[in-house]
């Protein structure tokens, strides 16, 4: 069957070592996966199961990129946070075998429109508006799994301009990133080229256009974009 109109191509993401790149077919959000961070937005952490929000994969954006101030919201956030790529297909997997499906890592962004996100949860409905839109996916390329060390002690930290917004360490994961996995392969067949942004250390805050935004992680190519006019 021919398609009736052409769709934009599906996202690649480099990776290092590869001239090939990582098509991108999901994104997965982690919320309040920090406990300081989750305080700072005036919630505990929920202990008892992770929970998840989608971007689409036109979220996407290469690290270097300067993007548009979006539509519709006066509080644009950065979050930074450590992205894992599924290499391998996952459904209903151990914690014990969730590491046989990762590809890599990279650190990425999850920009945020936190006004619309807030009021759409005061309204007990979901963060898509908040969440869910174009450039609001910045990533660096992916290093392979077996080139990052164990997840732990690894700092997390994010500059807007020179000033240090976010400062902390991969160890400090409430839902370590196998738990991850497991848990939300119970409610999706994981395949490659799915992403899950694994949630983001305290210390978000609103940019401007003409912010520079620099986004590093132990280890990994670090994330940088700029903040154009708004659109």
């Given at each position: 069957m021919q398609r009736l109109f052409d769709i934009?191509?599906?996202?690649?993401?480099?990776?290092?070592?590869e001239t090939a790149g990582y098509p991108v077919h999901r994104i997965f959000g982690v919320g309040r996966n920090y406990a300081e961070h989750a305080a700072e937005m005036g919630y505990e952490v929920d202990r008892e199961t992770p929970f998840y929000f989608t971007k689409p994969a036109s979220a996407i954006v290469p690290t270097g990129s300067e993007i548009p101030y979006p539509p519709g919201t006066s509080?644009?956030?950065?979050?930074?946070?450590?992205?894992?790529?599924i290499g391998a297909?996952?459904?209903?997997?151990?914690?014990?075998?969730?590491?046989?499906?990762?590809?890599?890592?990279?650190?990425g962004l999850d920009m945020t429109r936190r006004?619309?996100?807030l009021s759409?949860?005061?309204?007990?409905?979901p963060w898509s508006l908040g969440k869910?839109?174009?450039?609001?996916?910045?990533?660096?390329?992916?290093?392979?799994?077996?080139?990052?060390?164990?997840?732990?002690?690894?700092?997390?930290?994010?500059?807007v301009g020179e000033e240090i917004r976010q400062d902390a360490h991969l160890s400090d994961l409430v839902w370590s990133v196998p738990e991850l996995i497991s848990?939300?392969?119970?409610?999706?067949?994981?395949?490659?080229?799915?992403?899950?942004?694994?949630?983001?250390?305290?210390?978000?805050?609103?940019?401007?256009?003409?912010?520079?935004?620099?986004?590093?992680?132990?280890?990994?190519?670090?994330?940088?974009i700029a903040i154009g006019a708004a659109e």
């Open positions: 934009p191509a599906t996202p690649l993401v480099p990776v290092r070592g509080n644009f956030h950065y979050e930074m946070e450590l992205v894992v790529a297909p996952a459904f209903r997997v151990s914690v014990e075998d969730a590491a046989k499906a990762i590809y890599g890592y990279a650190a006004d619309l996100q759409e949860r005061a309204k007990q409905r869910a839109f174009e450039n609001s996916a910045p990533i660096a390329e992916i290093t392979k799994a077996a080139d990052f060390a164990e997840i732990g002690p690894q700092r997390i930290w994010l500059k848990h939300l392969s119970r409610f999706y067949h994981l395949v490659p080229g799915d992403l899950i942004f694994t949630g983001t250390p305290a210390g978000v805050g609103p940019l401007s256009p003409g912010d520079r935004i620099t986004g590093e992680i132990d280890g990994l190519q670090p994330v940088t």
